[in-house]
């Protein structure tokens, strides 16, 4: 099972990913809603993988276009709290190079606070 929050904070879009992001389904719905989130003034995701179990390549593909979507506007996607089996994948996969990840985020405040 997969579920997904979606939560708009000042200019920044908090995303929370929970379960399993396997089904190719389930990975399209979570880029569409992020993407319909996106705009000018919301422009920066921050994906939170503490509670994703695991992710596929249909899922990564699916965050890619996230991506894609928050650079189109100046703005970025950043992956926090990966567990050590998605961080090893962003390894293997060199998207750690792509994407900003951060660890030990708790919650959005706290991601302010690091920034």
């Known amino acids: 099972m997969f579920e997904i929050k979606v939560e708009k904070k000042t200019n920044h879009i908090w995303v929370d990913l929970i379960g399993k992001l396997i089904n190719e ?3 399209k719905n979570m880029s569409d809603q ?3 989130s996106i705009s000018n003034s919301h422009s920066e995701v921050i994906i939170n993988l503490k ?3 695991y992710i596929n390549s249909s899922g990564f593909n699916n965050i890619l276009k996230v991506l894609t979507s928050t650079r189109n506007l100046a703005g970025d996607t950043i992956l926090c709290n ?3 089996l998605i961080e090893k994948l962003l390894i293997t996969t060199k998207l750690n190079t792509i994407f900003k990840v951060q660890s030990n985020i708790e919650n959005f405040e706290d991601f302010l606070n690091k920034n």
Do not use: V
Request: glycine share 8%; proline share 0%; aromatic share 0%.
């Open 51 to 53: 509670a994703l179990e």
């Open 34 to 36: 992020i993407i319909s």
């Open 25 to 27: 389904d389930d990975g």
């Open 82 to 84: 990966a567990n050590s």
